[in-house]
């Protein structure tokens, strides 16, 4: 999806905690999934800082759901 169709809301970017928080996840668990690549698409905000936008976390969420 093009980002200039995105709202603001969907641009924000999660912290890695808000991220964990959101899903009920610990912050271990958290860089686990990230680091091993089972995340979600993540932002690499400064050198030792990554964040997840909005719409990456809730495709990552709608990509789990078990029919």
Do not use: C, Y
């Amino acid at each position: 999806m093009p980002s200039d169709h995105l709202t603001a809301d969907e641009l924000k970017v999660l912290t890695l905690k808000e991220w964990a928080a959101l899903n009920t996840l610990s912050f271990g668990t958290a860089k686990r999934l990230i680091s091993d690549g089972l995340g979600p698409k993540t932002i690499q905000l400064s050198k030792r800082r990554i964040g997840v936008r909005v719409i990456d976390a809730l495709a990552w969420q709608e990509a789990r759901v078990r029919s």
